[in-house]
């Protein structure tokens, strides 16, 4: 099937410690995000990635980091400067024609 | 700023009525205003996209206005489901260089349609 898939759905993290959720998609997809997301609100967007090997901040992203080696992947890394990543973290993707945005099922971060 | 204004209290209605669901926002110029339904701890699903030129969107029992002079969209779900229970996002839209699409969400609204 089609989509996107993010990994793990449950991740747990000590002080100190950067972890990366995974996202892949198979959409052929351009484009891929990362949102934040905290209880009762809205989606806040931490990176973008239009093209390999290139990506922008969003309005949120210190304490976080991205790569976009290769056109399906596009992993995040929370790093221990990040001090609050407790959240639910959504990675999408968007075509190049379109203005649809397609998200994962979400990966649920919690500091221990 | 931007601010996208969406009623955060959750809203109950009677199965079978029209749920009307309010996104106002200010300090922005969308290019299209999309909503979202998310269910808890899932990703959100897109249901419909209005563009600016676009007064009105259908989709069998769906319905979005966009009033670019109000700055607001209108969410309506006719003959409501308990099944239509999830909490909806409006998300303004604007393209960004070749590939992407900038999307700003509002908070959310929860939809509870009571049997």
């Known amino acids: 099937d089609g989509g996107i898939t993010q990994s793990p759905k449950y991740l747990f993290r000590k002080e100190g410690q950067n972890v990366t959720l995974s996202c892949e998609q198979n959409?052929?997809?351009?484009?891929m995000y990362w949102y934040r997301q905290d209880p009762g609100q809205g989606l806040r967007l931490i990176y973008y990635s239009q093209i390999v090997n290139d990506f922008q901040k969003g309005d949120i992203a210190e304490g976080y980091s991205v790569s976009r080696e290769k056109k399906e992947s596009f992993p995040l890394t929370v790093t221990s400067a990040q001090k609050n990543p407790t959240a639910f973290y959504l990675c999408?993707?968007?075509?190049?024609?379109?203005?649809?945005?397609?998200f994962g099922e979400g990966s649920w971060l919690t500091v221990v | 700023s931007q601010k996208i204004e969406q009623n955060s209290e959750a809203l109950n209605i009677q199965e079978g009525k029209t749920a009307t669901l309010t996104c106002n926002y200010t300090?922005?110029?969308?290019?299209?205003l999309q909503w979202y339904r998310q269910d808890p701890g899932r990703g959100p699903v897109f249901l419909l996209l209005?563009?600016?030129?676009?007064k009105e969107k259908r989709k069998e029992r769906l319905k979005v206005t966009f009033d670019t002079t109000l700055k607001q969209s209108l969410f309506h779900i006719t003959a409501s489901q308990p099944a239509d229970s999830a909490t909806y996002l409006c998300?303004?839209?604007?393209?960004?260089?070749?590939?992407?699409?900038?999307?700003?969400f509002g908070g959310g609204t929860r939809l509870m349609v009571k049997p």
């Open positions: 959409l052929n997809h351009d484009a």
């Open positions: 209005i563009r600016e030129n676009e």
């Open positions: 998300a303004l839209g604007s393209v960004i260089g070749n590939a992407g699409n900038m999307l700003t």
């Open positions: 999408a993707s968007s075509g190049y024609s379109g203005n649809t945005i397609y």
């Open positions: 300090n922005y110029s969308p290019a299209y």
